[in-house]
């Protein structure tokens, strides 16, 4: 009877020992070494031509931390339908995602860039200028680079994308 009610009373605190050393061991494996934060500075300059005529070199800045994803949204939403039919909108103005890494003495960068606008000439119907270019390219820090250059035939538009890279002290 004594070796009954000892199975019994000992069964609830095994078993409650066993989910501590599982929680233990769950909490030592989600621990994860602190990796140091390494930001960067990158300057874009998208320089446009259209039939021979600059449109501008539109440039942005960002501060980037390493290993992760920066997003940029900058426009706005323009009716593009006539008043006799729903209303359609088109998003006008920049859209732009990157991520970079260094490794080997480089600075990856990922990125997607996407620039809608209104061709500034009047045209009837209206028509939306749109450039997009998805890159995935390695540049030298503190070096400005050329990382894309695109030409269109008609209309005639010329861009060319730079960017330097810049490790924060």
């Not at 620039?115 to 939306?128: A, F, G, R, S, V």
């Given at each position: 009877?004594?070796?009954?009610?000892?199975?019994?009373?000992?069964?609830?605190?095994?078993?409650?020992?066993?989910?501590?050393?599982?929680?233990?061991?769950?909490?030592?494996?989600?621990?994860?070494?602190?990796?140091?934060?390494?930001?960067?500075?990158?300057?874009?300059?998208?320089?446009?031509?259209?039939?021979?005529?600059?449109?501008g070199a539109r440039n942005f800045k960002m501060l980037m931390q390493e290993g992760e994803t920066n997003r940029v949204r900058i426009g706005s939403k323009?009716?593009?339908?006539?008043?006799?039919?729903?209303?359609?909108?088109?998003?006008?103005?920049?859209?732009?995602?990157?991520?970079?890494?260094?490794?080997?003495?480089?600075?990856?960068?990922?990125?997607?860039?996407?620039?809608?606008?209104?061709?500034?000439?009047?045209?009837?119907?209206?028509?939306?200028?749109?450039?997009?270019?998805?890159?995935?390219?390695?540049?030298?820090?503190?070096?400005?680079?050329?990382?894309?250059?695109?030409?269109?035939?008609?209309?005639?538009?010329?861009?060319?994308?730079?960017?330097?890279?810049?490790?924060?002290?």
């Amino acid at each position: 009877m004594l070796i009954a009610c000892l199975l019994v009373l000992t069964g609830p605190a095994q078993a409650y020992a066993d989910r501590q050393k599982k929680s233990e061991e769950r909490s030592k494996s989600e621990e994860r070494p602190r990796k140091q934060i390494v930001l960067y500075n990158l300057e874009f300059t998208l320089d446009e031509t259209l039939d021979g005529k600059s449109s501008g070199a539109r440039n942005f800045k960002m501060l980037m931390q390493e290993g992760e994803t920066n997003r940029v949204r900058i426009g706005s939403k323009v009716l593009i339908s006539g008043a006799e039919s729903e209303p359609k909108f088109a998003d006008l103005g920049l859209k732009f995602d990157c991520k970079l890494n260094e490794r080997d003495g480089y600075v990856s960068i990922d990125g997607k860039l996407e620039h809608n606008y209104i061709l500034p000439i009047k045209t009837d119907p209206l028509m939306i200028l749109t450039f997009q270019a998805e890159i995935e390219t390695a540049v030298l820090l503190d070096k400005a680079t050329t990382i894309g250059v695109y030409d269109e035939a008609v209309p005639r538009r010329h861009y060319e994308i730079r960017v330097t890279v810049t490790k924060v002290k």
